[in-house]
Nanobody, 127 residues
């Protein structure tokens, strides 16, 4: 079965750091695009945080540029998200997403284009 599994979430103080990991069941070349999204309770839409494709093209939401870094996790056929200088506004459920298609910049951070999703991992940032 095709799946994505996130790990690494937790509670951290403002200014702290966390690393999220997404493990995939399929070889990386079958998931040309992978991304991290987040969702805050009460909001229907998931916000695109960072994306990476098999060509190495990377995109970030403006709100996380300079603080978050997405990279490949080759052993787990997935991706990682290093989150530094965390802010209270980063509190959310974080989801890993994947799709077999390559995407342009706008599509890469749009949740409507991804067909495989993980169950999510909670990140809580507080003072």
């Amino acid at each position: 079965a095709t799946y994505l599994v996130e790990s690494g979430g937790g509670s951290v103080q403002i200014g702290g750091r966390l690393r999220l990991t997404c493990e995939g069941s399929e070889p990386r070349y079958k998931r040309r695009s992978m991304a991290w999204f987040r969702q805050v309770p009460g909001r229907d839409q998931r916000e695109g945080v960072a994306s990476i494709d098999i060509n190495g093209d990377i995109n970030y939401a403006d709100s996380v540029k300079g603080r978050f870094t997405i990279s490949e996790e080759n052993v787990l056929n997935g991706v990682k998200l290093q989150m530094d200088s965390l802010e209270a506004e980063d509190t959310a459920m974080y989801y890993c997403a994947a799709d077999s298609r390559l995407m342009n910049t706008a599509m890469s951070l749009d949740d409507r284009w991804y067909r495989t999703w993980g169950q999510g991992t909670q990140v809580t940032v507080s003072s």
